[in-house]
């Protein structure tokens, strides 16, 4: 992608934010994500990138962790 001026432009600027992407097999059993108490965001996709549940802030802990 370029702008008006010819200079590439990337679609996600998004430097500092680690994407995950992970493709999990349920055969075995549920999945457990350990995910850390403190101001995060994050979610869980299906394969056709339905939500299934938030992480963080965004999730039903409110950040405070699951523990």
Same mark, same amino acid.
């Given at each position: ?8 432009? $990337?679609? $996600? ?6 994407? /995950? ?11 457990? /994500? ?7 965001? %994050? ?15 965004? %999730?039903?802990?409110? %950040?405070?962790?699951?523990?």
């Amino acid at each position: 992608m370029r702008d008006a001026a010819g200079e590439a432009r $990337h679609r $996600h600027r998004a430097l500092t934010t680690p994407y /995950i992407v992970n493709f999990t097999s349920l055969a075995d059993g549920p999945v457990l /994500i350990d995910y850390p108490a403190g101001p995060t965001a %994050g979610g869980v996709l299906d394969f056709w990138q339905r939500p299934v549940v938030d992480l963080g802030q965004t %999730g039903p802990d409110q %950040g405070n962790g699951a523990g």
